[in-house]
């Protein structure tokens, strides 16, 4: 599902030239595992003669077994080897000469054609001793280092594929009171479906009969299952209880939720980011000086009067160790892990930048309501300041505005309107005032349902004994340019909050609340909750100033918004975090989307970040590392000490190196 570097760049350029060229990326890699698993065994299979007809295998085990014509016998084995075993690297090198970008499969391809060549002038009469074992030894151990990589790259990529099987192939449509089973990819909008106990949820949408408890976990990390009744919204791919209950579909397959995450953990597993530009450069580097030295190297041992067979070993041995195959692979197959690992804990990543920069953040600012509380306002008070209003009538009324909005203080309003059985009258000419509240035509009457705010700025007087706790959120309704009452609704604190902030002094962040909410409210929920500061009573264009401020005291600033409201101050932010955006994932401005607006999945992001970035920075040490010691014990550095590296062993150490890079990647893992 992703595009990887280096030894990936070959399977692209073959698959451009391939007839398989429509298959999805996972069925190319399941197909070219196959295709190295088969050339090696092949290989494996012509190893024990080619190692028996050997010149020096023969002297070694002290053994005579030469007859006529079995130099003959050698060479067309070693031929078959070289052809059928090396076509993958002999095409890959034509690829990348046609391309420009010498790489690893240059450095191999040219490698076993100097090995083969020089051993087949021997045969055919050139004075010395051929290296066809080495040849054969080193081509083997190549396809089996490829066929481990591939194996590690489609583990990488299998996260994806798993969220991509999450949304199931069928699914039961209700047309005129009788099921029909259609395949999932057919549902339009407003389509009513049935979801069976068990079964998978084929498409977003609404709850429009029945009620269950749904898993939701592969979607948004969260383990525990969720009540869903009628009105709610649910995921496709998550998995339904005990219950039965119809949905209304809200949209198409591709337009789902899960489709945009797959497009979206898709999207950021090809993006490059500045490690990974690193990691490229390196690996370019690489190749340049694989050429360089292996030709040094050469000239260093064939000049110095040593066998031009030695020299030729030398070389070999220098420019298959110099293969950036880890170098290629340390960053992709970490960010292939991490990008699915983490859509899989409803961490969604937009930009890989914003990701890895995460480990620099010093500050994190966090919106308040439905981030560090639950977000579900109830009434707790009624206070009419108008003796022909009753409350009642006070949340009548205010519950005709709040009707079109989906702000948790709406909800709390409609709650409340729902449980005194109130029947809610029609708004017309609805408005919304910026960060102030709401106005509409209700009944005739003009009314508006505001904030402190917007009495302070219009200077408006509070009601007569007007008192509200230090954890209420008040709005105050006004109809027809009369103060008519207020109410006031309380938000609880999550559970996670206190934890998540607790964690973060312990990595050194700050964090800060950001709030529209008046200052008593922050003041209290800052202090309960034990963070840095609070800034209150701010409006959504104001929010971008605050984080402009703290920017320029120089702290490198993560903001948490809903991605709406908060858009100019996300985009502002060094690190734009998006919650609770449930299915609107695409039109959000930040970089990175949680999915659940849970204040320790803010936590685990930093966390996991940083993760991330240090097992890319241990994999690109490694494989940088590894060449740097390698290197001069391949060209011979301890030649007179008695230490000398083979092709073969050469092919081995590159192999164990790329196996520890992809182990060191898989062993990636998000923090719950």
Not at 111 to 138: C, P, R
Not at 177 to 193: G, Q, S
Not at 354 to 380: H, M, N, P, Q
């Amino acid at each position: 599902m992703t595009k990887m570097p280096g030894d990936m760049d070959h399977s692209k350029k073959q698959q451009d030239q391939n007839p398989h060229k429509g298959m999805s990326e996972h069925d190319h890699h399941a197909m070219m595992i196959t295709d190295f698993k088969k050339r090696f065994y092949v290989v494996l299979a012509l190893t024990i003669p080619i190692m028996l007809l050997s010149t020096m295998i023969q002297r070694f085990m002290g053994v005579n077994w030469y007859f006529t014509g079995s130099s003959y016998i050698l060479f067309v084995m070693s031929t078959v080897v070289f052809i059928y075993g090396g076509w993958p690297f002999l095409t890959g090198l034509i690829s990348e000469v046609k391309a420009k970008t010498p790489g690893m499969m240059f450095l191999i391809g040219f490698a076993i054609t100097v090995a083969y060549s020089y051993s087949t002038a021997i045969v055919f009469g050139l004075k010395g001793m051929d290296f066809f074992w080495e040849l054969d030894t080193l081509i083997l151990i190549m396809l089996l280092g490829h066929w481990i990589e591939m194996r590690s790259v489609m583990g990488a990529s299998n996260e994806l594929e798993l969220l991509v099987q999450l949304m199931p192939a069928d699914a039961h449509l209700v047309m005129n009171d009788k099921v029909h089973d259609v395949k999932t990819d057919t549902l339009k909008e407003k389509d009513i479906i049935l979801i069976k106990p068990g079964e998978k949820v084929a498409a977003d949408g609404i709850i429009l009969d029945g009620e269950s408890y749904l898993n939701e976990s592969m979607l948004t990390g969260e383990s525990k299952p969720v009540k869903k009744v009628k009105g709610d919204k649910v995921i496709a791919g998550s998995i339904n209880g005990n219950g039965s209950f119809k949905v209304t579909v809200s949209h198409g397959a591709k337009d789902s939720y899960l489709s945009q995450v797959v497009k979206l953990v898709d999207d950021a597993q090809k993006s490059k980011s500045q490690t990974q530009l690193l990691a490229d450069t390196a690996a370019k580097w690489l190749t340049i000086i694989a050429l360089l030295t292996g030709i040094s190297t050469f000239l260093f041992w064939f000049l110095t009067g040593h066998p031009l067979s030695f020299a030729m070993e030398r070389m070999v041995t220098v420019v298959v160790i110099c293969c950036p195959h880890a170098l290629g692979l340390a960053v992709p197959l970490v960010v292939a892990k991490s990008t699915a690992l983490a859509a899989k804990h409803g961490l969604l990543i937009k930009n890989r930048n914003a990701f890895e920069d995460s480990r620099k953040i010093t500050t994190v600012v966090f919106d308040k309501t439905g981030t560090l509380t639950v977000g579900k306002f109830e009434v707790s008070k009624v206070v009419s300041s108008d003796k022909d209003i009753k409350e009642n009538e006070l949340v009548r009324l205010a519950s005709a505005l709040e009707q079109n909005s989906e702000h948790p203080i709406a909800t709390g309003i409609l709650q409340k309107a729902k449980d005194l059985k109130i029947t809610v009258p029609k708004a017309e000419n609805f408005k919304a005032i910026t960060g102030m509240g709401v106005e509409a035509t209700v009944e005739g009457k003009k009314l508006l349902v505001v904030s402190p705010g917007y009495l302070k700025e219009n200077k408006l007087a509070l009601p007569e004994g007007f008192t509200a706790d230090d954890t209420e959120t008040v709005v105050f309704v006004i109809i027809d340019k009369k103060l008519a009452g207020y109410m006031a609704l309380s938000d609880k604190i999550r559970s996670e909050s206190a934890e998540a902030i607790k964690v973060l002094k312990q990595e050194n962040i700050k964090s800060i609340l950001l709030t529209g909410d008046n200052s008593k409210v922050a003041a209290s929920v800052s202090k309960t909750l034990g963070m840095d500061s609070f800034i209150a009573e701010v409006l959504p264009d104001q929010k971008l100033k605050e984080i402009k401020a703290l920017q320029k005291k120089g702290e490198f600033v993560a903001m948490t918004g809903d991605g709406v409201n908060d858009a100019p101050a996300l985009a502002q932010a060094d690190i734009g975090i998006a919650v609770g955006s449930g299915s609107d994932i695409a039109a959000a401005t930040a970089g990175i989307v949680l999915v659940n607006s849970n204040p320790k999945d803010i936590v685990n992001l930093i966390l996991f970040g940083k993760a991330t970035y240090r097992k890319m920075i241990q994999n690109l040490v490694w494989a940088t590392g590894y060449n740097v010691i390698a290197l001069p014990l391949a060209a011979g550095v301890l030649y007179n000490q008695g230490i000398v590296l083979s092709p073969a062993m050469g092919a081995a150490l590159m192999t164990v190196s790329t196996v520890v890079v992809a182990i060191n990647a898989s062993m990636l893992k998000v923090k719950a």
